[in-house]
């Protein structure tokens, strides 16, 4: 009896050490790529030309893929073990989510359409919202299927705007096109820069109608309060920071590629190289085992509060590189 229970514990402790293995491997973040190379192998491979808008195309195809191709999968909806017991992953799945869904709506709106009154690519018209499905749905229709759906729409068009005689599907590599998603990033990295300094908790003052005297809003708020994020949460808006970050390094060295031209004539190329190696520094390796949030001067790191500096100085250089590209 003792023996078959001996068995029992050992497969059972056999299981758990299998799972810890799978979880800490599932756990390791993608490695960055090099954009224009990768781009210009797959344009090829295809017997394709590089030209304007295939980079920033195939990134995005490049960083929706690694969310489902890299190891483990794509975890965020999953509801068995061990990736239903882990945070961090699913947290850094969803911060590149964000970017990849921010990215395949300006593509849809501006980088493909040359004025306003222009119509919506159709590729793209169906691709973006397939994105947009919650990142935990695991049932019919499930993340994976929708977001596979929409990779094959942007290879459709990213074939169209390689095709010559397609002189209907194009890419307008266009300063007001970029400063037009460059606004939606500001935002993204403004908020998690929020989120990440709140990790030790801050009294802030009321800046709701700021700046406008005549500003009115639907339900009154303090004039300040208390934001702290929980305890429970810091790793996970960590990891979600990892994640967007990630993601737009690599948008951000594929538009350096396909609007050179634009960058040159407002000479904000060195400006975009400024925010890319700010995104670098936040992906480096965490050495410690566990994400610590000491206070802001304390005898403890605080690895919330490094990563929210390196974002805020790059959202800083991307309001800066915003404004070049409204110049004449």
Known sequence: MGNHIGKIL???GAVILLGYILAVYWSSEPEQFNVVAEAQADANDKGRSLVTGYTTTYTLIRVANTLLDKPGGYLSNDVLPPSVMMDNMPAWEFGALEMTRDLALSMRKDFSRSQSQSTEHQSLKMAQPQFNISSTAWMWPSAEGEYRKGIEYLDKYLAQIADNQNRESQFYARADNLRAWLKEAEKRMGSLSQRLSASVGQDRLNTD?????AADQATKAPSHSEIKTSWWKIDDVFYESRGATWALLHFLKAVEHDFAPVLEKKNAKVSLQQIIRELEA??????????????????VANHSLVMANYISRANAALIELSELLAQG
């Open 10 to 12: 050992s497969g059972f």
């Open 209 to 213: 109608l700021a700046g406008d005297s």
């Open 282 to 299: 936040t992906q480096d390796t965490v050495w410690s085992p566990m994400i610590l949030n000491g206070s802001g001067f304390g005898m």
